[in-house]
């Protein structure tokens, strides 16, 4: 694999991870905030400005934006956009394994189904065109 696809790669990787840590930051700072409570628009402000495990998990965002557009400049979108699907991945199981969610196991055959995609463009992204 080229050099550039590597860097690619791994700069997807840090764009997936910051992701998923933003997502659960988010809902980590959501729980402890609220306990569960909905809340309206001005109390999603209120919330946004004073918790601070979601104004990590913003940042987490930021940083994954970031890091995304830095591999878009090296990989063609059609190759990297199914990356992103490790999100779905990594927040099920960051979901389950900090959080304490239950997964149900037809969820975790999606997941399955869900890498074996993603193993489907890796591959292709390695072969020429």
Known sequence: MQRRHKLALTLIGLS????????TALKLGV???????????????????????????????ALAALTWIAALTRLDLSVAYPFLALNFVLVAL?????????????????????????????????QPR
Not at 33 to 58: I, K, N, R
């Open 31 to 61: 729980n402890h905030a609220l306990g569960g409570s909905a809340v309206g628009l001005a109390g999603t402000v209120a919330l946004v400005a004073t918790e601070p495990l979601v104004l990590l998990g913003l940042a987490c965002y």
């Open 94 to 126: 960051s979901s389950w394994l900090i959080l304490g969610e239950s997964i149900p196991p037809l969820r975790w055959l999606g997941i399955l189904v869900i890498c074996a995609g993603i193993l489907l463009v890796a591959r292709s992204a390695t």
């Open 16 to 23: 997936v991870a910051a992701g998923v840590a933003g997502q």
